[in-house]
């Protein structure tokens, strides 16, 4: 599949500097590229790539200052980083085989169930009663759509999802593989003779607009309510979020973090790997938590950046890291002190004996 430099610079909206015919049929790193590839410049790192490239096509910053001619054609847009992310998307469309339709055999769709228009359900898939389809929505097959279900338009279910009853799922919504929306919450009472009793999960999960959601992620239902992923929400994959939980506006989560239940993350934090947070604190809008960390306590202060485990201030974890870190040297240097502590007091006892004397 080919495109010209013409129709690329008319979807990005971005100004050539070349031959608006060049085509390619390929998308490739700068440092790797050849002809007929597309590649950008965002990062000055790699600007010197750009002189001894044989892409066909380069994508650049608007504000790119050249040092020397190039032998490619240029799109400079105001942002190459965003703008060639706009490109994948249009490419992983295209190839993606979105656009779709219908219902693919063998399929169950309930008859009281509500399907929009352009909706795709793949192969092998179970859609429940009363589930909501709205326009656009892609269920790619071996997925499970629960009763009462309803997902917004355009959003996107890839294969082997499954989505319990009564969850709600927003607009531009993307789940991918193996992910579980609306798993009971894990909730069980003691009992006097050392077993558990479970109790009922009749919450469900509300999923907002241009949510991402990874692959074998599984978000809870709540006990009672909803457990809320917030507008702009990533989350990577193997993420637990428990019951009852909310997620702020804008927040990205990265892989194997656990969010235990009731606790609420505000909006545009940034959380690394590997994390883990106790139940029924608060974290306040801002706040990054570096990889591997653990959050025992509520975070009030927006903006703040944690590390380490139990986690606090990442400038002071820092220090007590170097301190760490020169711990023997700082022991050795104790034990030569106390050395001469003890040689002085010796000096000094046998002075003040010849003194008495």
Do not use: W
């Not at 927006?302 to 974890?317: Q, R």
């Not at 002085?344 to 008495?356: D, H, M, R």
């Amino acid at each position: 599949m080919q495109f010209t430099a013409q129709q690329i610079a008319t979807l990005l909206q971005g100004r050539l500097e070349g031959d608006p015919a060049a085509t390619v049929n390929n998308l490739a790193k700068i440092e790797e590229a050849r002809d007929g590839d597309l590649c950008f410049l965002s990062n000055r790192k790699y600007e010197e790539y750009i002189y001894s490239s044989a892409a066909s096509i380069i994508i650049v910053n608007e504000t790119l200052q050249l040092t020397a001619p190039v032998n490619t054609t240029l799109i400079r847009v105001k942002d190459a980083y965003s703008s060639f992310a706009t490109l994948l998307e249009h490419y992983n469309n295209i190839i993606s085989g979105n656009g779709k339709t219908g219902v693919e055999q063998p399929s169950y769709v309930s008859p009281k169930a509500r399907i929009g228009a352009n909706v795709y359900i793949g192969a092998f898939s179970y859609v429940d009663d009363n589930a909501v389809l709205a326009d656009g929505v892609q269920i790619c097959p071996g997925s499970f759509v629960g009763r009462d279900v309803r997902i917004g338009k355009d959003s996107k279910i890839y294969a082997g999802v499954r989505i319990y009853q009564g969850c709600i799922l927003g607009n531009n919504v993307i789940v991918h593989s193996g992910a579980i929306i609306g798993g009971d919450g894990f909730g069980f009472a003691p009992l006097s003779d050392g077993s558990y009793k479970k109790i009922a999960q009749i919450g469900n999960v509300v999923i907002e607009d241009d949510v991402e959601i990874g692959a074998n992620t599984t978000i809870d239902r709540a006990t009672m309510g909803s457990t809320i992923i917030r507008h702009g929400v990533k989350l990577d994959n193997l993420i637990q979020i428990a019951h009852n939980v909310e997620i702020g506006a804008n927040t990205v989560i990265a892989a194997q973090t656990g969010i235990s239940g009731s606790t609420r993350i505000g909006k545009n934090c940034v959380i690394g790997g590997q994390v883990g947070i106790v139940g029924h604190i608060q974290i306040a809008d801002g706040t990054r938590i570096n990889a591997q960390s653990g959050v025992s306590k509520s975070v009030t202060v927006e903006n703040t950046t944690l590390n380490s485990s139990p986690a606090f201030d990442y400038k002071s974890s820092l220090k007590s890291q170097a301190i760490f870190r020169n711990l023997p040297e700082l022991q050795n240097r104790l034990l030569k002190l106390e050395e001469t502590v003890q040689e002085l007091t010796a000096l000094l006892s046998i002075q003040n004996t010849e003194y008495k004397k």
